[in-house]
Protein backbone atom coordinates (compact mmCIF):
# COMPACT_ATOMS: atom_id res chain seq x y z
CA UNK A 1 0.00 0.00 0.00
CA UNK A 2 1.03 3.73 -0.34
CA UNK A 3 2.99 5.21 2.28
CA UNK A 4 0.34 7.13 3.86
CA UNK A 5 -2.32 4.36 3.92
CA UNK A 6 -3.64 4.09 7.66
CA UNK A 7 -3.22 0.85 9.49
CA UNK A 8 -5.26 2.36 12.58
CA UNK A 9 -7.03 5.34 12.85
CA UNK A 10 -8.80 6.57 16.30
CA UNK A 11 -12.07 8.71 16.20
CA UNK A 12 -12.85 10.75 19.39
CA UNK A 13 -16.41 11.15 20.22
CA UNK A 14 -17.92 8.16 18.46
CA UNK A 15 -20.42 5.16 19.13
CA UNK A 16 -21.13 6.71 22.96
CA UNK A 17 -17.35 6.36 23.53
CA UNK A 18 -14.39 9.27 24.11
CA UNK A 19 -12.18 7.32 21.47
CA UNK A 20 -12.64 4.54 19.32
CA UNK A 21 -10.42 2.88 17.62
CA UNK A 22 -10.08 1.32 14.18
CA UNK A 23 -7.29 -0.85 13.38
CA UNK A 24 -6.02 -3.50 11.53
CA UNK A 25 -6.79 -1.55 8.27
CA UNK A 26 -5.74 -2.65 4.86
CA UNK A 27 -6.15 -1.46 1.03
CA UNK A 28 -10.03 -2.82 1.31
CA UNK A 29 -11.96 -2.04 4.02
CA UNK A 30 -15.89 -2.87 4.27
CA UNK A 31 -17.37 -1.48 7.41
CA UNK A 32 -20.70 -3.18 8.51
CA UNK A 33 -23.11 -3.38 12.24
CA UNK A 34 -26.24 -2.63 13.13
CA UNK A 35 -28.71 0.10 12.18
CA UNK A 36 -28.36 3.59 13.43
CA UNK A 37 -24.65 2.87 14.95
CA UNK A 38 -23.30 5.47 12.48
CA UNK A 39 -21.62 3.60 10.25
CA UNK A 40 -22.41 6.93 7.22
CA UNK A 41 -20.97 8.72 9.96
CA UNK A 42 -17.40 7.41 10.30
CA UNK A 43 -16.75 7.47 6.93
CA UNK A 44 -17.17 10.94 6.93
CA UNK A 45 -15.17 11.06 10.24
CA UNK A 46 -12.17 9.87 8.63
CA UNK A 47 -12.28 12.09 5.96
CA UNK A 48 -12.22 14.74 8.83
CA UNK A 49 -9.66 12.87 10.45
CA UNK A 50 -7.07 14.43 8.20
CA UNK A 51 -5.17 17.93 8.56
CA UNK A 52 -5.80 17.74 4.06
CA UNK A 53 -9.39 17.55 3.89
CA UNK A 54 -8.28 16.56 -0.14
CA UNK A 55 -6.67 13.69 1.23
CA UNK A 56 -10.09 11.85 0.89
CA UNK A 57 -12.84 11.51 -1.27
CA UNK A 58 -16.08 11.01 -0.09
CA UNK A 59 -18.65 9.15 -2.78
CA UNK A 60 -22.12 9.19 -2.16
CA UNK A 61 -23.56 11.04 -4.94
CA UNK A 62 -27.86 9.86 -5.43
CA UNK A 63 -28.98 10.03 -9.48
CA UNK A 64 -30.51 14.06 -9.04
CA UNK A 65 -26.81 15.16 -8.94
CA UNK A 66 -26.82 14.48 -12.74
CA UNK A 67 -24.04 18.19 -13.14
CA UNK A 68 -22.23 16.23 -11.15
CA UNK A 69 -22.44 13.37 -12.91
CA UNK A 70 -21.88 15.13 -16.12
CA UNK A 71 -19.22 17.60 -15.56
CA UNK A 72 -17.09 14.33 -13.73
CA UNK A 73 -17.53 12.12 -16.97
CA UNK A 74 -16.14 15.03 -19.21
CA UNK A 75 -13.36 15.20 -17.16
CA UNK A 76 -13.01 11.10 -17.38
CA UNK A 77 -13.00 11.27 -21.01
CA UNK A 78 -10.29 13.70 -21.19
CA UNK A 79 -8.30 11.37 -18.70
CA UNK A 80 -6.35 8.75 -20.06
CA UNK A 81 -8.22 5.60 -22.45
CA UNK A 82 -7.40 3.33 -19.49
CA UNK A 83 -9.88 5.08 -17.11
CA UNK A 84 -13.03 5.40 -19.62
CA UNK A 85 -12.43 1.71 -21.02
CA UNK A 86 -12.50 0.28 -17.08
CA UNK A 87 -15.51 2.69 -15.98
CA UNK A 88 -17.12 1.63 -18.91
CA UNK A 89 -16.25 -2.15 -18.52
CA UNK A 90 -17.39 -1.65 -14.92
CA UNK A 91 -21.25 -0.74 -16.05
CA UNK A 92 -21.55 -3.28 -18.54
CA UNK A 93 -22.32 -5.64 -15.25
CA UNK A 94 -25.45 -4.66 -15.21
CA UNK A 95 -25.55 -3.42 -18.92
CA UNK A 96 -24.01 -5.74 -21.08
CA UNK A 97 -25.35 -4.53 -24.21
CA UNK A 98 -23.64 -0.86 -23.88
CA UNK A 99 -21.53 0.47 -26.63
CA UNK A 100 -20.49 3.76 -25.14
CA UNK A 101 -21.51 6.56 -22.72
CA UNK A 102 -21.85 9.96 -24.96
CA UNK A 103 -22.31 13.36 -23.80
CA UNK A 104 -25.83 15.02 -25.76
CA UNK A 105 -27.73 17.98 -26.20
CA UNK A 106 -31.06 17.86 -24.51
CA UNK A 107 -31.25 21.53 -26.17
CA UNK A 108 -29.42 24.07 -27.12
CA UNK A 109 -27.86 25.05 -23.50
CA UNK A 110 -28.57 21.67 -21.68
CA UNK A 111 -25.96 18.38 -21.98
CA UNK A 112 -26.72 15.31 -20.58
CA UNK A 113 -25.25 11.79 -20.52
CA UNK A 114 -26.76 9.08 -22.83
CA UNK A 115 -25.68 5.18 -23.21
CA UNK A 116 -25.49 4.19 -26.32
CA UNK A 117 -27.28 0.53 -27.16
CA UNK A 118 -27.73 -1.42 -29.90
CA UNK A 119 -30.76 0.21 -31.36
CA UNK A 120 -31.39 3.07 -29.08
CA UNK A 121 -29.56 5.85 -27.51
CA UNK A 122 -31.17 6.34 -24.05
CA UNK A 123 -30.46 9.04 -21.59
CA UNK A 124 -28.97 8.08 -18.54
CA UNK A 125 -31.19 9.22 -16.23
CA UNK A 126 -34.02 6.61 -17.97
CA UNK A 127 -31.18 3.63 -17.30
CA UNK A 128 -31.56 1.77 -14.31
CA UNK A 129 -30.44 2.76 -10.72
CA UNK A 130 -27.42 -0.10 -10.92
CA UNK A 131 -26.06 1.53 -13.87
CA UNK A 132 -25.91 4.90 -12.65
CA UNK A 133 -24.79 3.47 -9.62
CA UNK A 134 -21.54 1.99 -10.95
CA UNK A 135 -21.11 5.03 -13.35
CA UNK A 136 -20.84 7.21 -10.15
CA UNK A 137 -18.58 4.55 -8.50
CA UNK A 138 -16.43 4.02 -11.64
CA UNK A 139 -15.61 8.06 -12.00
CA UNK A 140 -14.53 8.20 -8.50
CA UNK A 141 -12.22 6.15 -8.36
CA UNK A 142 -10.51 6.66 -12.07
CA UNK A 143 -10.73 9.90 -11.82
CA UNK A 144 -9.89 9.73 -7.69
CA UNK A 145 -6.86 12.73 -6.62
CA UNK A 146 -6.82 11.29 -3.48
CA UNK A 147 -5.46 8.22 -1.94
CA UNK A 148 -8.47 7.61 0.65
CA UNK A 149 -11.97 7.07 -0.78
CA UNK A 150 -14.90 6.33 1.02
CA UNK A 151 -17.96 4.78 -0.15
CA UNK A 152 -21.34 4.69 1.57
CA UNK A 153 -23.67 1.69 1.04
CA UNK A 154 -21.81 0.30 -2.35
CA UNK A 155 -24.64 -1.88 -2.80
CA UNK A 156 -27.10 0.51 -3.29
CA UNK A 157 -29.31 -0.70 -6.28
CA UNK A 158 -27.23 -3.73 -6.92
CA UNK A 159 -28.82 -6.75 -7.83
CA UNK A 160 -26.92 -9.71 -5.77
CA UNK A 161 -25.64 -10.98 -9.02
CA UNK A 162 -23.25 -7.98 -9.48
CA UNK A 163 -21.54 -8.11 -6.51
CA UNK A 164 -18.90 -10.08 -7.40
CA UNK A 165 -17.92 -8.57 -10.30
CA UNK A 166 -18.56 -4.98 -8.82
CA UNK A 167 -15.84 -5.90 -5.48
CA UNK A 168 -13.29 -7.56 -8.52
CA UNK A 169 -13.19 -3.66 -9.70
CA UNK A 170 -12.92 -1.75 -6.76
CA UNK A 171 -9.89 -4.18 -5.86
CA UNK A 172 -8.37 -4.59 -8.36
CA UNK A 173 -8.40 -0.71 -9.37
CA UNK A 174 -7.68 0.32 -5.69
CA UNK A 175 -4.66 -1.89 -5.88
CA UNK A 176 -3.42 -0.31 -9.33
CA UNK A 177 -4.01 2.78 -8.66
CA UNK A 178 -2.44 2.95 -4.63
CA UNK A 179 -5.66 3.42 -3.05
CA UNK A 180 -7.37 3.24 0.20
CA UNK A 181 -10.97 2.44 0.24
CA UNK A 182 -13.44 2.28 3.00
CA UNK A 183 -17.26 0.91 2.14
CA UNK A 184 -19.96 0.36 4.02
CA UNK A 185 -22.82 -2.39 3.57
CA UNK A 186 -25.70 -3.82 5.37
CA UNK A 187 -25.67 -6.93 3.04
CA UNK A 188 -25.08 -10.19 3.70
CA UNK A 189 -24.70 -10.81 0.09
CA UNK A 190 -22.61 -7.94 -0.46
CA UNK A 191 -20.02 -9.69 1.75
CA UNK A 192 -20.58 -13.11 -0.09
CA UNK A 193 -19.59 -11.42 -3.35
CA UNK A 194 -16.49 -10.41 -1.76
CA UNK A 195 -15.74 -13.32 -0.69
CA UNK A 196 -16.70 -15.20 -4.06
CA UNK A 197 -13.77 -12.72 -5.85
CA UNK A 198 -11.50 -14.05 -2.55
CA UNK A 199 -12.16 -17.57 -3.81
CA UNK A 200 -12.25 -17.14 -7.65
CA UNK A 201 -9.16 -14.94 -7.89
CA UNK A 202 -5.21 -15.01 -6.02
CA UNK A 203 -6.52 -15.88 -2.55
CA UNK A 204 -3.14 -14.59 -0.82
CA UNK A 205 -3.22 -11.57 -2.70
CA UNK A 206 -7.01 -10.32 -1.81
CA UNK A 207 -7.10 -11.44 1.14
CA UNK A 208 -4.12 -9.09 2.24
CA UNK A 209 -5.85 -6.41 0.42
CA UNK A 210 -9.22 -7.04 2.17
CA UNK A 211 -10.63 -6.70 5.84
CA UNK A 212 -13.88 -7.09 7.59
CA UNK A 213 -14.68 -4.41 10.47
CA UNK A 214 -17.74 -4.39 12.48
CA UNK A 215 -18.49 -1.49 14.96
CA UNK A 216 -21.24 -1.00 17.74
CA UNK A 217 -21.40 0.58 20.90
CA UNK A 218 -20.20 -2.89 23.15
CA UNK A 219 -16.65 -1.82 22.77
CA UNK A 220 -14.35 1.15 22.47
CA UNK A 221 -12.69 -0.62 18.93
CA UNK A 222 -14.07 -1.80 16.14
CA UNK A 223 -13.83 -6.02 15.92
CA UNK A 224 -11.93 -6.68 12.78
CA UNK A 225 -12.15 -9.97 11.16
CA UNK A 226 -8.83 -11.88 9.67
CA UNK A 227 -9.84 -11.78 6.03
CA UNK A 228 -8.81 -15.95 5.56
CA UNK A 229 -11.60 -16.71 8.38
CA UNK A 230 -14.32 -14.13 8.23
CA UNK A 231 -14.57 -14.68 4.13
CA UNK A 232 -14.49 -17.70 4.12
CA UNK A 233 -16.85 -18.18 6.52
CA UNK A 234 -19.12 -16.28 5.49
CA UNK A 235 -18.80 -18.29 1.65
CA UNK A 236 -19.42 -21.42 3.65
CA UNK A 237 -22.22 -19.94 5.23
CA UNK A 238 -23.69 -18.91 1.79
CA UNK A 239 -23.00 -21.92 0.02
CA UNK A 240 -25.06 -24.31 2.62
Same mark, same amino acid.
Given at each position: ??????????????????????????????????????????????????? =????????????????????????????????????????????????????????????????????????????????????????????????????????? =???????????????????????????????? =????????????????? &??????????????????? &? =???????????????
Amino acid at each position: MTNNALSCLDITEFCQHPRYRLSGLTRVNLIVGPNGVGKSELLRRIGCAHH =DPPTCQHTDVSPQHSDIVLMRWKDLLRAEPTHYSAALNLCRIVEPNLLDILVTKDNETNHQLSCVLPHAIVRIDRMSGALQRLLWLSINLELCGSWIVTIDNIDR =DLHWTAMAEMWRYVVRRSIERDLQVFCTTHSH =DCMVGLARICRDENPNQ &YLEAISLHRIGADFDHSVD &Y =DGVWSLSTVWRTKSK
